[in-house]
């Protein structure tokens, strides 16, 4: 019998400007779960909304950093009780599917890199789209395409959720502790309650699809419609049910029986109903989730990713590649900030890559790799010529280039929207590595939540990640789209899960990820560029503005770029948005006494360790 032991309570400071700590206290007792592991619930800290200033955090033997303190805390305890990086991985995933249900959940999916200090192995959890779906999922009668809102709030956009899968297969080859005992947290925090912070009720109050679910509905707002306030102890008895069964019986408890026959009736009775059946859900376990980590040199590392039908790795690396391609700019920072000479070449070669992005990457398994491989992409040669139609001005809008004189007849995806997603970065006291992003897409999913036929309030929310598809089957010229819908396929992501080493002793160097749609691939990519070219610490990377090209305007966070920087941008030929870019970045990097980890001062997230 395993006993996690606490030797505190709280090992959370969080700055706002100056330390000012803030606790909301649970005082409920704190019972055993069947399996005999004991889990102190830990004080819940009331958290700011906007900008929160991290300190950054060194630890000596293991770090922990994930997108909510309590899923941060779930994950350190696990470590503490003798669990590997991915046994914390899981008890961190399902606390934050009950705290963090906006981002991720048991209801989407997730990709996790695992380092185990000889090799890299890859898990791709992402959702399939149902076999009934077909590329025509997303047209009305005249076939034209859903307004892109109307397509997420339906039952059309939910995929076959992925991650309890994922989480399975991680345990059954890197798993310690028994898969029974790494539901403890999250099941007591959802049999107690937790705090429901400012961040989560300001997103449930603004979003008025939500309301319009029946069971999200009576869970989390008031009678009069209004969001429950912050500091309410929120139980979800349901989904604690629900974690109860799967801990018992195994996976086979969500993808058969009456959780799958709930999922099933919630979409296909939703006003635009989906196409989703019990047999598409049993069928996800027996996929092979095993994939081959897609690694490249750049400069004295080897950095990591994730290979289709994510388009994270492959973009990052064409934006590294071309940038090194260019005249190095002489001062690339000022006063912290990104200098306009520098950002213009960020912006065109973030250009080119989506440029490509969009033409030729979707899921592996119905669409050909150029040339038969993903690495032409990746081409030196390649990159070099592309990196050529970058001059002083802006190039307005990119087109595809053609690696390896590969003729494509694929038409070139037009830009949607995507969002939400978190991540997670452990390191365990055996030094083995994860990094795992982790989505149910848009903020909240499809807007519809599953009490998993329970009758008990609460549950958890469904994907929509078939939106991350094209809409639209083909382009203005009849040209297929390579990421339109088809039955069994995986839609394209931009989760952009990354683990560092150095090029010639294979040490761990760190792990890093974020949240935040599309744009994840631009926040991955300031990160690695800060900590790896820049010379910044992981926390000092993560505070640095964020900025993003789509191949199109290029876009500034607000509140940190001079107007000068903007005038001298637009002066160059950029189309200048500037406005609101949340990452969520977490990151650890090991140093010579051990590590030190980053979370972004843009949401709630925090490292521990010892």
Avoid at 63 to 90: C, E, F, M, W
Avoid at 120 to 125: D, R, V
Wanted: glycine share 10%; net charge negative.
């Amino acid at each position: 019998m395993t006993t996690f032991e606490i030797r505190r309570s709280v090992q959370i400071v969080l700055f706002v400007g100056l330390i000012l700590p803030f606790f909301l206290l649970t005082g409920c007792d704190q019972p055993e779960v069947e399996s005999g592991v004991t889990y102190t619930i830990p004080e819940q800290p009331e958290l700011p909304t906007g900008y929160n200033p991290k300190p950054g955090w060194s630890t000596s033997e293991f770090a922990v950093a994930a997108a909510n303190p309590l899923a941060t805390d779930a994950g350190y305890q696990i470590i503490r009780a003798g669990g590997s990086a991915i046994d914390a991985a899981i008890a961190v995933q399902l606390v934050l599917s009950l705290v963090e249900p906006q981002s991720s959940g048991i209801g989407g999916g997730a990709f996790i890199l695992a380092w185990d200090g000889d090799e890299i192995h890859a898990y791709n959890g992402r959702e399939t789209a149902p076999s009934a779906a077909d590329e025509n999922l997303f047209l009305d009668d005249d076939g034209t395409p859903l307004p892109y809102a109307s397509a997420v709030r339906s039952g059309l956009s939910v995929g076959v959720p992925g991650t309890f899968a994922l989480l399975k297969t991680a345990h059954e080859n890197h798993g310690i502790l028994p898969w029974e005992e790494l539901f403890t947290p999250a099941i007591l925090l959802a049999e107690n309650g937790f705090n429901l912070g400012p961040r989560l009720h300001s997103l449930l109050e603004n979003d008025e699809a939500l309301k319009n679910d029946d069971i999200a509905r009576a869970f989390y707002y008031d009678d009069e419609g209004n969001a429950l306030s912050t500091g309410t102890n929120l139980k979800n008895p349901a989904y604690a049910e629900i974690l109860r069964n799967v801990a018992q019986h195994g996976i086979s408890a969500f993808y058969e029986g009456s959780v799958a026959a709930d999922i099933v009736s919630r979409v296909s009775s939703h006003e635009r109903p989906g196409v989703i059946s019990e047999a598409d859900i049993a069928a996800y376990p027996a996929l092979d989730l095993r994939t081959e980590a897609m690694c490249n040199v750049w400069r004295e590392y080897e950095i990591c990713g994730f290979p289709p039908p994510s388009s994270g790795h492959i973009t990052i690396m064409q934006m590294l590649y071309i940038l090194e391609n260019l005249d190095p700019v002489d001062e690339p920072l000022a006063d912290s900030v990104p200098t306009a000479e520098w950002l213009h070449q960020f912006m065109e070669a973030s250009k080119l890559a989506f440029a490509d992005r969009n033409q030729y990457i979707a899921d592996p398994l119905f669409v050909e790799a150029p040339v038969g491989n993903w690495q032409s992409m990746l081409n030196s040669d390649y990159l070099a010529d592309r990196s050529t139609l970058v001059t002083d001005t802006s190039m307005g809008t990119a087109e595809p280039g053609n690696p390896g004189d590969f003729y494509s007849a694929y038409g070139v995806q037009i830009q949607q929207p995507e969002s939400g997603t978190s991540h997670i970065s452990i390191v365990d006291r055996d030094g083995n590595a994860v990094s795992m992003t982790t989505t149910i897409e848009s903020g909240f999913g499809s807007r519809i939540m599953s009490d998993g036929g329970t009758g008990l309030a609460g549950g958890f929310l469904l994907n929509n990640e078939l939106t991350d598809f094209s809409l639209t089957p083909t382009d203005d010229d009849g040209n297929p789209i390579a990421n339109r819908v088809e039955p069994g396929k995986r839609p394209r992501s931009s989760m952009s899960p990354t683990l560092v080493f150095k090029k010639d002793s294979g040490e761990f160097v760190a792990s890093v990820g974020s949240p935040g749609g599309a744009a994840i691939i631009h926040y991955t990519a300031k990160a690695l560029i800060g900590m790896l070219d820049w010379g910044l610490n992981a926390q000092e990377a993560i505070d640095l503005p964020n900025f993003a090209n789509f191949n199109g305007p290029s876009v500034l966070e607000e509140g940190y770029f001079s107007a000068s920087v903007i005038e001298a941008l637009e002066a160059m030929g950029h189309e200048v948005d500037v406005r609101a870019l949340t990452s969520g970045l977490q990151a650890i990097q090991r140093t010579d006494d051990g590590y030190f980890g980053g979370a972004d001062p843009r949401r709630e997230g925090v490292v521990m360790g010892d």
